[in-house]
């Protein structure tokens, strides 16, 4: 089981940006797809970007235009690049990982605060 850990949270104004980071412990050539979700206090995890080993994206509808994900192997890194971020875009963010086996890993979490 690959091992994921997420950085770049922060508080940030309504209206401004924030790169998250998703670094796993080995490759991730052969975990697809590799995602992000996000829990807000008091709801229900929610699936915020997917990206497939071939480069196919999927989005929420809440994020689409506005967050961009992107993969790079060299890294074993997966990115969210969050635009024009809203005070509703405030939870936990976490990285989610499935290889071809069907194991999934997740990582702990980094929290997004966007103050209006």
């Known amino acids: 089981q690959v091992q994921l850990v997420e950085s770049g949270g922060g508080l940030v104004q309504a209206g401004g940006s924030l790169r998250l980071s998703c670094t796993a412990s080995?490759?991730?050539?052969?975990?697809?797809?590799m995602g992000w979700y996000r829990q807000a206090p008091g709801k229900e995890r929610e699936l915020v970007a997917l990206?497939?080993?071939?480069?196919?994206?999927n989005y929420a509808d809440s994020v689409k235009g506005r967050f961009t994900i992107s993969r790079d192997n060299a890294k074993n890194t997966v990115y969210l690049q969050m635009n024009s971020l809203k005070s509703e875009d405030t939870a936990v963010y976490c990285c989610?990982?499935?290889?071809?086996?069907?194991?999934?890993?997740w990582g702990k979490g980094t929290l997004v605060t966007v103050s209006s």
């Open positions: 989610r990982a499935q290889n071809w086996g069907g194991v999934v890993s």
């Open positions: 080995g490759s991730i050539g052969n975990l697809n797809p």
């Open positions: 990206i497939f080993t071939g480069g196919r994206t």
